[in-house]
């Protein structure tokens, strides 16, 4: 197998990394990621947003539908309840840049076909975009990166990452050269189903607020 088969069987965005440039060098280059079979079903890549002064990074699992129709991360539901929570817990957007482990959107659709259902997407496909997420932590360099639920804790922290039992404390981000932290949260998404939303949005800001007194 040779050419666009090979790069899709070996599931590794490396090859569509740019040589050299910015952000918008790499996210130009990122709308052509074919480095895994979600971009066939994709509307298309939706890139992390901030700049590159950005103290704190804050990295979800992959974008949802609206996200996926509007190509920029944390614009729906889940979106405006982080930023709900980023805005209580004291922290300044123009401090943050957001972004994804998962630059497509996996999803399934309903009987009638109309509805896409998120799908998590697997380990293979995370570690697939991980060159995409490697590459906005050096351009960006923030201070301390939020990890918000369990595949983009497994994406910086390794597959035994847990939610329930790593979260809220800073800790050194493995394979960093440059004094970046990282803290594990709950994604919002997992608030808005949640019987306990209340509870667990309270959860989420709490955690946003060890992130603002850490930077």
Known sequence: ??????????????????????????????AGCRGCPLYRDATGTVFGRGGTGARLMLVGEQPGDQEDREGAPFVGPAGRLLFRAVAE???????????????????????????????????????????????????????????????????????????GTDRGVPRPLPGDENGTRVLATVHPSAVLRSPRREEMYAGLVADLRTAADAL
Not at 3 to 23: K, M, V
Request: aromatic content about 6%; some cysteine.
């Open 1 to 30: 197998m040779t050419g666009a088969g090979q790069r899709e069987a070996a599931y590794d965005a490396t090859p569509y990394l740019p040589d050299r440039g910015g952000l918008p060098a790499h996210q130009r280059a990122a």
């Open 89 to 163: 817990a004291g922290i300044d957007e123009d401090d943050l840049y957001v972004t994804n482990a998962v630059k497509h959107f996996k999803f399934t659709r309903e009987e009638t076909g109309k509805r896409r259902i998120h799908k998590a997407p697997s380990l293979r496909e995370t570690l697939a975009c991980r060159p995409w997420l490697e590459a906005e932590l050096r351009l960006v360099s923030p201070e301390l990166v939020v990890t918000l639920g369990a595949t983009a804790g497994r994406a910086l922290l390794g597959p035994s990452f847990r939610v």
